[in-house]
């Protein structure tokens, strides 16, 4: 922190926003003033107020709380598919960089396999095998996500044991379990974490999409992407109800791809 | 002998061309011995020295370290590196970027159980101060020490190992001139006061003489001329000599 605060005080900045913003969503349950689903067809469509501070929906449910409600959703999606996919990808592809080069050569190909198939058509088409709901999206999303963890994970470790500094450590007694836990995950965690904050706000989006078109979480889940499909037939009415929650994916994801291009231009990884 | 290899080769096979590295070289390294290798960019010394260190295997040929065979060495790789060290061209890269210096210079000692760590730590220090390092270095990282510092710190891990064999790889070549006298005469005291053996790669034959007793001169893969260092002005091979007016301008 010390150090960032003396490097780059922007990054800092972003970093400590993007803490808050997302703490704001993740406590958002205990932060929202209504419950999410509660209607009020007396308040319906209403405009910013002292009560609904971002207004009101068609069903007259509060749109701040809905958003606070809507990004603990989003976010708990996000972060579990980043959190699965990358776990079992670098696992993988930590595991094949090590092995004998046959059975890397075999894994790295079924994983160009994987890649090769584009990823969005699987995961709907998993979706629509499995139903819509929010561990289906999980699921879809981590089977054809992990192969990217996988891929990066085994090329950058094949890079790192070419190191000049790793045939020195071999060279200094340093045992295999040395090697990773010393040389390998210090300077591979960086470009990783890099990796995973860009697929953070990428998955966003992509859990958002599904949502907008009737694939991803169902009403009446608060879901940014739901409250968007919900919004859609009052943008001429209502604008605010798709203005707020599209500006609330919209930060999530500038934020995100922030840090991840300062961390990448200032090399602070 | 401490180091022998007989005919040994070195043929690297790509998927559409296949290059010999090193042909039919043998040589053979006694106790205390400084061994020079010489050749321009490219004729095998840095794939020797990548042969002697067993980070490779030889294609063909025997190759014996401390007495036992490539063979016998195998899975006992980290008892002959408490033995045998290598050091490079650039100790920038020897050095992982997230490590502490007092963590890389210890690091040998304590995997190869040499005394306690704070043993350890002191052999370290008094290497350090050796070879003109101050103590502060120890909680530094690489990027901030100068490519010469760097290998001075190197030599002192080396010595603090108390390696029997060193393998020098161009230490000195990414070096400015006075850095350059300064590792060479350093390698030269180092010497005095716990002689090893080594074997010293190097493009710049002046260099060698300084610092070896033998020089093997290699061109595209094989030895062309061995000769002991006072006697590098009777070179006979034309290569030799080409490389001897190179190094003295």
């Known amino acids: 922190m010390i150090r960032l605060w003396k490097q780059d005080k922007l990054l800092l900045g972003a970093i400590l926003l993007t803490i808050l913003w997302m703490g704001l969503f993740l406590f958002g349950s205990h932060l929202a003033p209504f419950d999410p689903n509660e209607t009020n067809l007396g308040a319906r469509l209403q405009d910013i107020s002292a009560t609904h501070l971002l207004g009101t929906d068609q069903l007259g449910r509060d749109v701040l709380s809905r958003i606070l409600w809507g990004g603990q959703d989003s976010l708990f999606i996000a972060i579990s598919i980043i959190a699965i996919s990358s776990i079992i990808g670098i696992c993988i592809g930590g595991l094949l960089s090590m092995s004998p080069w046959y059975i890397d050569e075999l894994g790295s190909r079924c994983i160009d396999m994987i890649l090769g198939f584009p990823s969005m058509i699987v995961a709907i088409a998993c979706i629509g095998i499995l139903g819509p709901s929010v561990e289906n999206i999980i699921i879809s999303l981590c089977l054809t996500r992990w192969a990217e963890y996988a891929k990066i994970t085994r090329n950058l470790v094949n890079l790192e044991k070419q190191a000049q500094y790793v045939v020195v450590a071999r060279m200094s007694g340093a045992s295999l379990w040395c090697i990773i836990r010393r040389y390998m995950i210090p300077n591979l965690r960086g470009t990783l974490l890099l990796v995973i904050i860009q697929h953070m706000g990428d998955t966003i989006i992509t859990v958002a999409s599904f949502s907008l078109i009737g694939i991803g979480v169902q009403p009446p889940t608060p879901e940014w992407g739901a409250i968007l499909l919900n919004a859609r037939d009052f943008l001429q009415t209502a604008p605010w109800l798709l203005i707020y929650p599209g500006l609330a994916i919209f930060i999530t994801v500038v934020l995100l791809n922030y840090i991840s291009d300062a961390l990448q231009d200032g090399r602070h990884v | ?110 995997n190869f159980g040499i005394g306690t760590k704070q043993e350890a730590k002191e052999r370290c220090e008094w290497w350090l101060s050796k070879v003109g390092l101050d103590l502060s270095v120890w909680q530094k990282y690489r990027h901030e020490l100068s490519g010469g510092q760097l290998q001075r710190l190197a030599l002192a891990r080396m010595m603090a190992v108390g390696a029997e064999l060193v393998l020098f790889d161009e230490p000195t070549s990414a070096l400015d001139v006075c850095n350059q006298a300064r590792v060479i005469e350093l390698i030269q005291s180092v010497y005095e006061e716990q002689p090893f053996t080594y074997v010293f790669v190097s493009h710049d034959l002046g260099v060698l003489q300084a610092l070896t007793d033998r020089i093997i001169v290699m061109k595209e893969g094989t030895i062309v001329e061995t000769l002991a260092s006072k006697d590098l002005g009777l070179a006979m091979h034309p290569y030799t000599q080409q490389l001897l007016a190179a190094s003295r301008g």
């Open chain 2, 1 to 110: 002998m401490i180091l022998e290899a007989k005919g040994i080769s070195k043929v690297y096979t790509g998927k559409s061309e296949t290059v010999t590295a090193l042909h039919d070289v043998s040589l053979s390294v006694g106790v205390q011995e400084r061994i020079g290798i010489a050749g321009g960019s490219g004729c095998g010394k840095s794939t020797l020295l990548r042969l002697l260190s067993l980070q490779e295997a030889p294609t063909k040929g025997e190759l014996t370290l401390f007495g036992r065979s490539v063979a016998e060495w195998k899975g006992h790789e980290t008892e002959l590196y408490r033995s045998l060290q290598i050091m490079f061209q650039s100790s920038f890269h020897s050095i992982s970027p997230r490590m502490a210096l007092g963590e890389f210079m210890l690091e040998p000692c304590v």
